[in-house]
């Protein structure tokens, strides 16, 4: 395996931990929103804030780390995707920054304010969605280049199905990823009434997932007919994904075992974000840039990759301890330790 | 106004916005371990409820600080991406590393949060508190180092327009790196035993009694006395490295245009950019030569040695100055209420002496602004010091403006929000009200 290889692989794992946890924290402020507008915030909100509240922080780190990462690895990575996503960027930075600093606001401050709580909301079906759009991206098609200027060709990303079957994708999943999750947190919790809602959801939001990730194929047959080919090579890794998926959905359909359906949720994302992610290789941006293509350099990439490794050491053992005490507490679960 | 000059005002703006929420994100978790610890060691339960009260307004000035932060990491590459495709494999690291220290420090601090009645043994949440400081610290050298490489660049071979043969080591550990990032920190740690002694003094000249804020003013200004001393002494040693390693940096900010000996020590005064005389200042003979080297007759190095377009701007001179003259006034101040404290007791809670400490809170965030505003500027015209110029490292993406617009609104709406959060949440629950409910009453 080269350093190469070795370095986006780590970077495609972050990106995994980061569409895992993100998709709970993004779904659960939209249900919290909703909830409140059905009138029934008690059910749902106390399940969600005791999970979200000493959690919320690391979520962002993930994508942080990711895009650090990247940068790191692939310096040229910079010149192509920080141009063109200037604005695409900024306004993704800005939803998050809204999003993470008003939960603080709701959660600490003094006040109960309902703008706080729908600002937390939608921003959590928005920012998957203007995420979501750099994959979009990077089937190529959407950045010209002009010798060294660089240019985000706007039109065509809002006129492409592909670009829409995606956000589709981006936002169903989030949907669906939260409402498995919290759905076993709430059975933990033995809430029944919230474990009823959230098994509702779960079951719902499965359905337009599958049918979206299907949209994606087909579009991206279109789309990009190389990398659709490619993806072939590793129809296996997407046929586990399904499997992975109608588990869950049963067991969640015979309300048995929440904990192994949301791990067999997680591993249907896992197969196939991996798998889209090994098809899309040695591309970073179709055609511009390979994993290969980047002035490669050894002892950079040794240092990122000892660095990884010592962190990993120190962070594994303290967020095992973060979730023996929240997650896995069933004290602190039920709500009779805050 | 250009892209570049757009991309310099965005990222002025964003740094100037998260340097009050890092600073305070970096000295207020000392603060808090502090004021445990004394709570648990001398079984005082106004220090406990110092801890708790400092933590719970702490955490949302870390909300502002993460996400700003998480816009400065991310417009580094939106806004200069031709300076992080030529040094991204060489700050990349220390970026990670950041990103790892701060991951640390979220998870802890998280976990503090929720746990203060959770453990039998109250040390075992105070310890807590040590990964929570350690984290923040680190994640603060690891991004000065960034800073400092940027300021004295090495640890790679410049070959063909791009860096190879990277000693990713040597790059961080720069010769700027010590001075910086000792200055950094000192500097985080003075700032908020000011914001904190400032809450806590605002509030008896609010017509407040309890111990309780005499306590908080008395912590915060014997910490804020040591560090006051550090931070000036450390101010000094960045005056040295600078003479040695950037010599036009300091130059600039000292007005000092001709090399040579027995340099004196330029305070205020009016340039005249022509004649490069300097008009109604005040003038200590030898000062520079002595900050400088240590010796009077010390060759300080001046700007005339430089070719003009590589000059930083020179109205860094009265960011120097006003830097250095708050730096004395949080000097002064802990050291005038620590003697009025020792000969009258009462006497030292005057309301002179406390609006000198409420005043201080804002003058030394101000310092920290002015600081960086020197670092950043008087770094100027390069991004990369004699390798890239801010010029060709800026985005060729013509939007800039409309990016900079957005985050202006962002930064305001966020601003106000959280002054407006963090003063209902100490207004609305005085700690009286706290310690009664608590029922400590002393």
């Given amino acids: ?338 | 106004m250009s892209t570049v000059d757009w991309s310099r005002g965005l990222t002025e703006m964003t740094l100037a916005f998260h340097i009050l929420f890092a600073t305070i994100g970096v000295g207020v978790p000392v603060l808090i371990s502090i004021a445990e610890w004394l709570g648990i060691y001398r079984k005082d339960p106004h220090y406990s409820l110092m801890a708790r009260r400092w933590a719970r307004g702490f955490v949302i000035t870390v909300a502002v600080g993460v996400v700003t932060g998480t816009c400065i990491g991310l417009q580094l590459n939106l806004l200069w991406p031709e300076f992080m495709s030529l040094a991204g494999n060489v700050v990349g690291l220390p970026l990670f590393m950041e990103t790892f220290a701060f991951f640390f420090e979220a998870i802890f601090l998280g976990i503090y949060l929720y746990t203060w009645n959770r453990f039998k043994n109250p040390f075992t949440h105070w310890l807590l508190t040590l990964p929570i400081v350690l984290g923040a610290s680190a994640s603060a050298l690891f991004i000065t180092t960034v800073n400092s490489f940027m300021n004295t660049p090495q640890g790679f071979t410049f070959e063909n327009g791009s860096l190879v043969d990277v000693d990713p080591l040597a790059a961080m550990f720069n010769p700027a790196a010590p001075s910086k990032v000792a200055h950094v920190l000192s500097s985080a740690y003075l700032t908020s035993a000011f914001v904190l002694a400032m809450i806590a003094a605002f509030s008896m000249l609010k017509g407040r009694k309890d111990e309780y804020y005499r306590k908080s003013i008395r912590l915060n200004m014997t910490v804020g006395l040591v560090l006051a001393v550090l931070t000036i002494l450390i101010g000094d040693m960045s005056a040295q490295f600078l003479a040695a390693h950037q010599p036009e940096k300091l130059a600039a900010a000292e007005w000092h245009f001709e090399t040579g000996g027995r340099a004196p020590l330029i305070v205020g005064g009016v340039l005249d950019p022509d004649t490069q005389q300097v008009r109604g200042a005040l003038e200590l003979p030898w000062g520079l030569s002595l900050l400088a080297t240590h010796n009077p007759d010390g060759v300080v190095i001046g700007l005339n040695d430089y070719p003009q377009e590589d000059w930083p701007p020179l109205y860094v001179h009265y960011l120097f100055d006003a830097m250095v003259t708050i730096g004395f006034y949080l000097l002064a101040v802990p050291v005038l209420f620590l003697l009025l404290l020792r000969s009258r007791r009462e006497g030292a809670y005057n309301r002179w002496m406390l609006a000198a400490i409420v005043a201080g809170g804002p003058l030394s965030l101000f310092a920290i602004e002015l600081g960086w505003f020197y670092a950043e500027v008087g770094r100027q015209p390069w991004i990369l010091r004699g390798y890239m110029r801010v010029s060709e490292a800026a985005t060729t993406n013509p939007h800039v403006g409309a990016a900079f617009w957005m985050f202006a609104a962002l930064y305001a709406l966020l601003g106000i929000v959280c002054l407006v959060v963090l003063a209902r949440l100490f207004r609305n629950k005085p700690a009286e009200l706290e310690l009664e409910a608590r029922r400590i009453i002393l």
């Fill in chain 1, 1 to 338: 395996m080269s350093i190469e290889q070795l370095g986006i692989g780590v970077l495609w794992s972050f990106l995994y931990g980061y569409l895992i946890v993100a998709s709970i924290d993004f779904g659960a402020g939209f249900y919290a929103y909703y909830g409140r507008l059905i009138g029934q915030e008690s059910i749902i909100a106390p399940v969600i804030s005791r999970y979200l509240s000493p959690v919320w922080e690391v979520t962002n780190v993930f994508l942080v780390f990711f895009f650090v990462g990247l940068v790191g690895f692939f310096p040229e990575t910079a010149h192509y995707y920080g141009t063109a996503l200037l604005i695409p960027g900024s306004i993704a930075l800005v939803l998050l920054s809204i999003r993470g600093s008003f939960y603080a606001f709701a959660n600490y401050g003094a006040k109960k304010n309902s703008f706080y709580l729908f600002a937390y909301g939608m921003t959590g079906l928005l920012i998957p969605a203007s995420l979501a759009t750099v994959f979009t991206i990077s089937e190529g098609g959407f950045i010209a280049v002009h010798g060294a200027r660089i240019e985000l060709l706007m039109a065509e990303l809002f006129y492409s199905t592909y670009s829409w079957a995606v956000v589709l994708l981006a936002m169903s999943s989030v949907l669906f990823i939260s409402s498995a999750f919290l759905a076993y947190y709430a059975a933990r919790a033995r809430d029944e009434r919230a474990l009823e809602l959230m098994r509702q959801f779960a079951l719902w939001g499965g359905v337009p997932t599958i049918i979206s990730s299907l949209f994606v194929f087909i579009a991206l047959r279109n789309h990009n007919l190389e990398h659709f080919e490619r993806t072939l090579n590793f129809w296996w890794m997407f046929g586990l994904s399904l499997i992975s998926f109608l588990g869950a959905a049963w067991l969640i359909w015979r309300r048995q075992q929440y904990g192994l359906a949301f791990v067999l949720v997680m591993l249907q994302f896992a197969f196939a974000f991996y798998g889209y992610g090994i098809s899309h290789l040695p591309y970073l941006l179709y055609p511009h840039l390979t994993i290969y293509g980047s002035v490669t350099n050894p002892a950079s990439g040794r240092a990122l990759v000892a660095v990884f490794v010592a962190g990993f050491a120190l962070l594994v053992p303290s967020l095992v301890l973060l979730m023996r005490l929240f997650l896995f507490n069933v004290r602190y679960v039920k709500g009779e330790l805050s």
